[in-house]
Structures are given as C-alpha cells and as structure tokens.
C-alpha cells in the first residue's frame, strides 16, 4: 500500500521523520530545488525528496525532473490541510526513486468521428501529464472524416472533411459536420504537447477506414469499388460516412497511385509531426475488393503472394520502407501481422489479438503496444469494462518469453469518438480509467494494488476536476454484476441493436473480466 497519493505509484518510498509545511496560497515553484543529476539513470528517472524546507528533485535530464514535478505536485495538492502550522498545508518528510516500467505509454484520442477544440484537447493532453503518459496518439483521419489539413490533396478537406449528417446510435443529426485541424494547429498541439515531454504520433489510416479518401479521390478505390450495399450507400459515389461500422471500399493495392498518393500525403504529415513515428492504421481492412480486382490480383501474382492478406502485409511494409528512408518507423494495428509476412521493424499494436499473434511477434523480435479491447478501450461503458478490469490488466501477454519482455513497449489506452461527442463525456470516459492505465504503463506490478489505486484516485480527483477534467462519478467505478448486465444491454441496444446486445454480453463473457 502507498503512504502517499500519487499516480502512478512510484517505484520506491521511504519516509522520513518531519514535515514540510507549504504555507497557504504560497506557489509550490518556490519550494522545489530541481537539479540535473548524471548518476539518476534513465530520461524519466528522478528522485525526489520531501525536506521540511521542500521538495528537491534530481534527474539525469529536464524529461526526468518534469516527471518529478508530477509528482511534486500530486503530494502538494492531495496534502492534507490539517497540519501542526495552521495557515498551511503538511507533506510528510520522504524519499522517492522512481522511473517507468515502459518507455511507451499513450493515450488515443479519435477526432475523426467528433472532433475537439484545439483547447480540449489541450486539457486532454495537460491530464495526461500529470499521470506520466508521455505519447499521444492522434487518430486524425477515418471513414467518418478527413481532419489533416492537405495543400496537396484539397479534396480530403473540402470533401474528405465534411459528412452530410451523423448516425451513431442515439447520436442522430442531419446537420453537416466537419472540420479539419489547420496546420498551424496541429503544430500548435506538437508544440503543447512537446512541453509536456509528450510525442504525438499522427495516424493515416491505410488501406482501410478511408471512406473520406475515397470520397475526394475516387480513383483510389478498386477497379471493382464502391460496394454500394455493403457499405450503407445508395448513390453511386463514395461518401463521408456517417454511420459507424467497417466499410470493404479500401484503398486499391494495385494501382500505383496509391502509393504515390499515400507517400506524398506522409511526406506532409512528416512536415507537421516530427514524431519518429507515423502510425499507418491497418486494421479492419475487409479484402472483398482485392479479391475482385485485376490490378490487386496482378500485384498479387508478380510479387508471388499468397492472398489478399499477404497484400496487406506488402503494402503496409512497402509504406513502412518508405517511412524508413526518411528515418521514420511504422506502426499498425495487430491486423497487418494476420499473414506472418510483416517487417519486423513495424511496430504492432495489439488491440483485438484472438490468435496469439502478438505474443508470437514479440517472440520473434518484433515490438509491440497493447490496447487490449477488454481493457483499455476507454469509449464503453464502465458496466463492460470497469475500472478494476483496466487496472488489473497486465499488459505482458503470457506467451511472451521472459526474455521478449522488452519487446513488450507499452501500454495505450484510446478513446474512440463514435458515441463520445462532447468534451464531459470524453472526459467521463477516459478517466479514472486514462489513470488506471497510466499506472500500469509506469508502475511495477508488485507496487499496484486495485484497492489502494481507487483511494489515490479520489483524493486525486479534485485537482483533476479543477483542470476542467470531470471522472466518472467514484460509484460508477466499478458496477456490481447485475450492474454491468444491464449497462451493457442499454449501452448495446442504445448504440447498435438488441441482438447486438446479447452478442455484446456473450463477447464480454467469453473474456471473464
Ligand atoms: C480498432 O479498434 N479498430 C483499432
Ligand atoms: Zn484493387
């Protein structure tokens, strides 16, 4: 159990005898001595001490002393009021060491489906510092909206970025929507982010969810495209979607355009993000398509691949070699590893894995970032996935060898904006449960406790409020059974449809968390 309120837990604690009084109103800044210490190891390591004349904290480098004053800040502002000096607040005397348990450790936020103001998601990413999340994945383009600014493609905006209403379940609007994030913008949010030692991985999703690529260049799609039934159109064009779902007009992997487009629209996001990394999408990309079309089956045939999955793998590492040679690397969702045939420099992200294939992928080299549906998908109701589900995860599957830990990078929890259109109830959905992931990101597991975890977080929770951060209410944590059986239905049944319902229930089951 942890003597102080803290998120994540660190790594060590000793208290000492005494305690520091922060006078009432005082500025915390003024009783912090922070000082670059080479003999700290890591970027992110730090060691702080609480004295009764304040806070010190040395780290190797100014990542490690931000991490620090985190922490600084949480014991200040989660102190207790009563204190043997009235007009102030009591820290008790300690000593800390700390440093993460992984390097990576993200948060997701999807503005294609609802976007945000560039404000909050700035209160987003400002939340996320102060629980150590050090990457913001930034889910900018899908089917249901283009939001990247493009001088060189103007159609993903003036197309690409608009839908002519939106469906998602309750959420049911004729209104036109969209919008895309500026270039000043975005390097406005790279530059919020960067002070907050913070990388913002962009994501171009590829070859599927592009319905609003598709929408402004039709000329991407297949030979044999636009499945007009499949994909709930009646005309005969591509729209914006405004339904949620998976949609089989993907991005034609034969035509040679495609890369030209897909390379060229990276070389400007590469111009915008400076991230060493560009997360490629890649998953639920249905081969319908591929598989009727002349120009997929010749690439097919004169690469000698083995089928449409094989394409997939071809054409996620001929833009991953691409990244490459401008010194970047790729990341996917876990779909892209389905034929065996991927680069092992790509990095997978592990969101729906039924087959083990991100533990046989960490065994054979390759690194990997878990999102595990069941536990970190931030947009379900508390009822499916409560917060003692998210915090007890462990995210090293148990197939991956001991000695493949490290290839184990992190943790990232997303939230998907389908059903989240607004700002408090992104803010409901993310937190705690944003906290409880963080812990596991940065914590190790011997130092977690699920119990000790929900007391911090409430005495954490009204400084996250005051950042204009609202959590679920601390009843609402972790529902009983009977709780989660009918907040599943309603959720289901409220978004999707009754039978999707029982489908729903059955699926969380045959997870048993
Ligand atoms: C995903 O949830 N389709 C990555
Ligand atoms: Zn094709």
Known sequence: MSNINVIPVPLKTAMKVGEFILPESASLVKFVKKKIDKSVEGDEAYRLEVTPEGIKIAASCERGLFMGWQTAKQLAMTANGTTTSPGGVSLPCLETEDRP??????FMIDSSRHMQAVDELKTMIRAAAFFKFNVFHWHIC???????????????????????????????SAERYGGFYTKDEMREIVDFCGRHYIDVIPEIEMPGHVSAVLASYPEFLCANGNNAADNNITSDKID???????????????????YEFVCGLLDEVMEVFPS???????????????????NCQSRIKE?????EEELQAYFINRVSGYLKSRGKTALTWNESLKSGKLDTEVITQMWMDKEDLCANRANGGGN??????????????????????????EPIPKKVKKENHGNILGVETPIWTEYVDNFDKMAYQCYPRFAAAAESAWSEPKNKNADDFIKRMKKITPILKKTGVNPALAGEWNPLPHQRASGMIKFAAKNYSLDFAKEFIKMAKENKK
């Not at 405004?242 to 495609?258: N, Q």
């Not at 060493?276 to 002349?294: F, M, Q, S, T, V």
Request: glycine fraction near 10%.
């Open 240 to 258: 914006v979607k405004i339904l949620p779902g998976i949609f089989s007009d993907i991005l034609c992997a034969g035509k040679e355009g495609v």
């Open 101 to 106: 348990r992984f390097a990576y450790r993200g």
């Open 276 to 294: 060493k990394y560009i997360h490629l999408g890649g998953d639920e990309a249905p081969k319908k398509n591929w598989r009727a079309c002349p």
């Open 142 to 172: 899908d089917d249901q909206g283009f939001r990247f600014e493009s001088g060189k493609y103007p159609l993903l905006n003036t197309v690409g970025s608009w839908r002519d209403g939106s469906h998602f379940g309750k959420i049911k």
């Open 303 to 307: 690469n000698s691949l083995a089928d």
């Open 368 to 393: 990997i970032i878990i999102s595990d549906f069941f536990a970190y998908y931030a947009d379900y109701p508390y009822a499916m996935t409560p917060l003692n589900k998210t915090y007890r995860h």
